[in-house]
T-cell receptor, first 112, second 115 residues
Framework: GESVGLHLPTLSVQEGDNSIINCAYSNSASDYFIWYKQESGKGPQFIIDIRSNMDKRQGQRVTVLLNKTVKHLSLQIAATQPGDSAVYFCAEGDTGFQKLVFGTGTRLLVSP | EPEVTQTPSHQVTQMGQEVILRCVPISNHLYFYWYRQILGQKVEFLVSFYNNEISEKSEIFDDQFSVERPDGSNFTLKIRSTKLEDSAMYFC?????????????FGPGTRLTVT
């Protein structure tokens, strides 16, 4: 069956450090992957996505890497700021993207 | 920036009662979704809706659940007879395309508490 999971439930970093959040997925048929940020009391907020025909995509201070060989997805946040503190979810889209399958989430704590 | 809105922000109901959760998707979006998140757990897909019909639903979305787009702006989730295990955050999302790169925009959620 499908499953998307995260290795680390909590990641603590210092302000200014680079953060790396990892995600493993099991459905090799997925062709769309997304990272969402969820702050307390709010809905998931889109950060960045990547299609399966790519292995890297960059946004503002964020980079997503996709390794299809080992079914691994990562989110890199450069120069992490206290405002980046949140729970980060990876999600995968199935054919037609009718639904998103979310991972279990990693809490990022950024200390000033 | 346009956003998805949801009402109420918090709904408390007794077991066995019917609840309707309301969402106003982004105005030019055509694809609508409901997800739920039990406290401390991951976000789970419930149902997707397009062209006035359900396009996909999960096993969670049983006969107690229904969705409707009663007019051109609202999208509702009804739970006919709530159970304690229905207590969760319910998120509505919308997108203007089912395919990428078109992300689903999520609303702030409705916290449903069933007592």
């Amino acid at each position: 069956g499908e499953s998307v999971g995260l290795h680390l439930p909590t990641l603590s970093v210092q302000e200014g450090d680079n953060s790396i959040i990892n995600c493993a997925y099991s459905n090799s048929a997925s062709d769309y992957f997304i990272w969402y940020k969820q702050e307390s009391g709010k809905g998931p907020q889109f950060i960045i996505d990547i299609r399966s025909n790519m292995d890297k995509r960059q946004g503002q201070r964020v980079t997503v890497l996709l390794n299809k060989t080992v079914k691994h997805l990562s989110l890199q946040i450069a120069a992490t700021q206290p405002g980046d503190s949140a729970v980060y979810f990876c999600a995968e889209g199935d054919t037609g993207f009718q639904k998103l399958v979310f991972g279990t989430g990693t809490r990022l704590l950024v200390s000033p | 920036e346009p956003e998805v809105t949801q009402t109420p922000s918090h709904q408390v109901t007794q077991m066995g009662q019917e609840v309707i959760l309301r969402c106003v998707p982004i105005s030019n979006h055509l694809y609508f979704y409901w997800y739920r998140q039990i406290l401390g757990q991951k976000v789970e897909f419930l149902v997707s809706f397009y062209n006035n019909e359900i396009s996909e639903k999960s096993e969670i979305f049983d006969d107690q659940f229904s969705v409707e787009r009663p007019d051109g702006s609202n999208f509702t989730l009804k739970i006919r007879s709530t159970k304690l295990e229905d207590s969760a955050m319910y998120f509505c999302a919308s997108s203007n395309s089912p395919g990428g790169p078109a992300e689903q925009y999520f609303g702030p959620g409705t916290r449903l508490t069933v007592t």
